[in-house]
């Protein structure tokens, strides 16, 4: 299968839950539609590693950033002043972190299918 038939594999990181949804997700679009998704998704999608690395980041005294990062800025603010709930918080976003990657790529996914589906 080459990346012109299937350019969700061009993302680096894609999960296979992530790459099921965007199948699922984009079956409906014209070719066109499909074009305007991938430029959107594209844009604002997180590769959970980036997140990875944001939450590691945490551990040296900037804690918070992978909230900012996935739009929960009052959540990154908390994290921010308490020190990522005295580490606790930190610790459990470490070990959910393609969760948190995967959930925010399905919400940018809605999105970004809605910019799809207007255009024509």
């Known amino acids: 299968m080459n990346t012109y038939q299937n350019p969700y594999m061009s993302f680096d990181g894609i999960t296979p839950e992530e790459y099921n949804f965007l199948q699922q997700a984009t079956a409906s ?5 499909a074009r305007t998704f991938m430029s959107f998704y594209a844009s604002k999608r997180r590769n959970p590693q980036d997140i990875m690395f944001a939450t590691l980041a945490g551990f040296l005294g900037v804690s918070g950033v992978q909230r900012f990062m996935t739009d929960q800025i009052g959540m990154g603010i908390l994290y921010f002043f308490t020190a990522g709930f ?3 918080g930190t610790i459990v976003d470490l070990i959910n972190y393609k969760t948190i990657a995967n959930d925010y790529n399905r919400q940018m996914a809605y999105e970004s299918f809605n910019i799809a589906k207007m255009s024509n």
């Open 29 to 33: 679009l014209t070719e066109n539609q």
């Open 86 to 88: 005295c580490f606790i």
